[in-house]
């Protein structure tokens, strides 16, 4: 595997962690991915990439605390290609569950 290439996620996922283990009371973290081409970010939960293919899958995870009985109403997968990732922010918010950042640098290819 090309460590370089899945640096990125697993720097997110440390930070993801340690932002988690601090928050105040009341928020979480977010991890929001922006795409090129995209005008509103992904709101991340975990994050596949391939050892033999340049792409990612981001799947996305918001759940509004206001209803807990609905659950996950926004369940999105986004499969994307690597370059088109441009930046990817981690902030505390209020309100607003989401499904807890992974990182899966070593999810299976076809022939697995």
Known sequence: MDDERHFLWGKVGQTYAEL????PPGYEPVVEVF??????PVVSG????????PWVMIHSL???KDDPDN????????FVHE???LRVEIHYQAG????????NPNAPTDDE
């Not at 994050?47 to 033999?52: A, F, I, N, P, S």
């Not at 659950?71 to 986004?78: G, H, I, Q, R």
């Not at 607003?96 to 990182?103: E, N, Q, R």
């Open 83 to 85: 370059s088109q990732v």
């Open 20 to 23: 988690k283990g601090h928050a």
């Open 62 to 64: 918001t759940i509004g």
């Open 35 to 40: 795409l090129q081409g995209r005008h509103a």
């Open 71 to 78: 659950t996950y109403p926004s369940d999105a997968y986004v």
């Open 96 to 103: 607003l569950s989401v499904g807890d950042f992974a990182y």
């Open 46 to 53: 975990p994050v596949e990439t391939r050892r033999d293919k």
